[in-house]
């Protein structure tokens, strides 16, 4: 097994030096890839079209009046909208990377897509997905660092620094990617791939591939475990010494403001990993392909809508400055 995986890393090292020299080594032949969708009933295709495509409004312009906010106002350029900011573009790239290619397939009644369309689909959802985790745990260490060392604040968490965090989440996140494009690459398709699912994930590719795919599969878990286990563990760890910081705090009028300052950031941590979750669950414990497929709808549509509003009703200066936002185009 070691062996095995030497050679994976090895290769994905040779291919980063050359990527011309290496041609996946994959034999699909005629076959063709078809995306099987949320429902096969003819009836329910506008309707999910248009269901699917005020949800992608919503959330593009959602997440475009938050990065608006943010750059176009001087008092919210501190580390803390810095790094929402950065969090709102990653969740419209998130979304952008499977609901178009789903509201296309949905308004031609179409079912296909082409091979590296689906690799492009991987790496990408691979990338935006680790990189939202990393960015919520490089918010939880700045909150830990505002009410635990408030004096030090502006000093470690400085704009050098700041920059950094996101510069080391993206290429993290990006080495994920490619290695996630990597195993899918390298896997062989026998026969035409029909995916119980809306957009090509990893994970069922894997399944559904006739070549062995057991080295693949501990890979993918181990991957898994690493981009989400570690930036969640960092974030239990920043709201533990948080918490335990804000009950120190003599006053209640104090911890209510101390708490307020995280609360928006908790709530989209709960949300992102608890849907998170429930796919992976739902995906375990059910043996419907296509329940998982309707999970994964709360973790990739409506999660990324959901922010920009927990942000903007929950914090006051986010939503003066969206008020002058809007004034502003209005």
């Known amino acids: 097994m070691c062996l095995h995986l030497f050679h994976l ?11 011309i020299c290496i041609v996946p080594q994959n034999r699909t032949g005629d076959s063709e890839f078809f995306l099987l969708g949320l429902s096969d009933d ?3 295709q506008p309707l999910l079209f248009g269901l699917f495509l005020a949800l992608y409004l919503v959330t593009m312009l959602g997440n475009l009046l938050i990065i608006m906010s943010i750059t176009s106002d001087s008092h919210l350029h501190t580390p803390m909208y810095f790094f929402l900011s950065n969090l709102s573009l990653a969740d419209i790239s998130f979304s952008s990377t499977t609901v178009p290619k789903m509201l296309v397939n949905l308004q031609t009644y ?55 965090c996101v510069l080391l989440s993206f290429f ?75 009950l120190r705090v003599p006053s209640s009028g104090g911890k209510y403001k101390a ?10 941590v709960c949300l992102f ?6 796919v992976y669950l739902s995906s375990t ?7 998982g497929a309707v999970a994964s709808v709360m973790y990739t549509v409506v999660t990324p809508m959901v922010n920009p509003f927990i942000y903007s009703l929950r914090n006051r200066d986010i939503k003066s400055a969206l008020w002058r936002v809007v004034r502003r185009i209005a």
Do not use: W
């Not at 890979?219 to 981009?227: D, E, K, N, R, V």
């Open 9 to 19: 890393f090895s290769t994905l090292f040779l291919f980063k030096l050359c990527p």
């Open 42 to 44: 003819p009836e329910l």
């Open 110 to 164: 179409s079912k296909s897509i082409t091979y590296a369309d689906c690799l492009t689909q991987v790496t990408f959802f691979s990338l935006f997905a680790s990189l939202e985790s990393l960015l919520l745990a490089v918010m939880a260490y700045d909150r830990l660092v505002a009410i635990c060392q408030p004096l030090h604040y502006l000093v470690i968490m400085n704009p050098r620094f700041c920059g950094l």
């Open 172 to 246: 993290i996140s990006l080495l994920v990617s490619q290695l996630h494009y990597l195993m899918v690459s390298q896997l062989t398709f026998c026969a035409d791939v029909e995916i119980p699912h809306f957009f090509c994930d990893a994970s069922q590719l894997l399944n559904l591939a006739c070549s062995d795919t057991s080295i693949n599969n501990i890979l993918i878990y181990f991957l898994g475990a690493i981009i989400g286990g570690v930036p969640l563990s960092g974030i239990l760890f920043s709201y533990t010494r948080i918490v335990s910081s804000i």
């Open 259 to 268: 708490f307020s300052t995280c609360g928006s950031h908790l709530s989209v």
């Open 273 to 278: 990993y608890g849907t998170g979750l429930g």
């Open 285 to 291: 414990v059910s043996s419907s392909l296509r329940k």
